[in-house]
């Protein structure tokens, strides 16, 4: 009997690995747009699944230095803090992968840290908020990024703020469509 029931709980596990990989093969048309956006920079060495329903991926009508500028001068025109710029271009270099021109931007304004501890201090993990810019092999620049309201959904009373930083992100993805 023991061993009837190790052979089941062993075909149990086989069949749930096996219905939760062919979930993350499963691509839909958006998912599909993503990562091709994302081997345009990465070529062969995108990612192997499509990217999360909520991150977004947008190309720069202007080349890799404007789009940094354009973001940039957004982010501070609408009085927030920019925090960090990481360069994964330089980053990579020291393991010895080349790239484009690719920056990591956080921005954060303390009014909005007020509202977070007001609501659900458990948010304060998703701050700062942040995008990527990259270049391409071909030239084209992508900047990527996730909704702020999609980042601030679980917590309680954070609806407002998550449209509000959605606002943003839409005139930041606004200057570099112009």
Same mark, same amino acid.
């Given at each position: 009997m023991k061993n009837l029931t190790q052979n089941i709980?062993?075909?149990?596990?086989?069949? /749930?690995? #096996?219905?939760?990989?062919?979930?993350?093969?499963?691509?839909?048309?958006?998912?599909e747009?993503?990562?091709? #956006?994302? %081997?345009? /920079?990465?070529? @062969?060495?995108?990612?192997?699944?499509?990217?999360?329903? @909520?991150?977004? /991926?947008?190309?720069?009508?202007?080349?890799?230095? @404007?789009?940094?500028?354009?973001?940039?001068?957004?982010?501070?025109? %609408? @009085?927030?803090?920019i925090i960090s710029n990481t360069d994964h271009q330089e980053l990579l270099k020291l393991v010895g992968l080349n790239t484009g021109g690719m920056?990591?931007?956080?921005?954060?304004?303390?009014?909005?840290?007020?509202?977070? #501890?007001k609501n659900d201090g458990a948010a304060a993990l998703e701050m700062p908020f942040r995008v990527l810019i990259m270049e391409a092999s071909d030239g084209k620049v992508l900047l990527t990024y996730y909704r702020p309201s999609s980042a601030l959904a679980p917590y309680k009373g954070l609806g407002g703020l998550g449209r509000e930083l959605d606002a943003v992100l839409d005139d930041i993805v606004a200057s570099i469509s112009k």
């Open positions: 709980k062993i075909f149990c596990f086989a069949i /749930v690995s #096996a219905m939760i990989l062919s979930l993350g093969c499963t691509k839909t048309p958006e998912a747009v993503e990562e091709t #956006a994302m %081997k345009m /920079v990465f070529g @062969d060495r995108s990612i192997a699944m499509p990217l999360p329903k @909520d991150r977004i /991926v947008v190309q720069s009508n202007y080349p890799y230095m @404007d789009t940094v500028s354009r973001v940039k001068e957004t982010i501070e025109s %609408k @009085d927030l803090l920056l990591g931007i956080e921005f954060f304004h303390p009014r909005y840290g007020k509202v977070i #501890a």
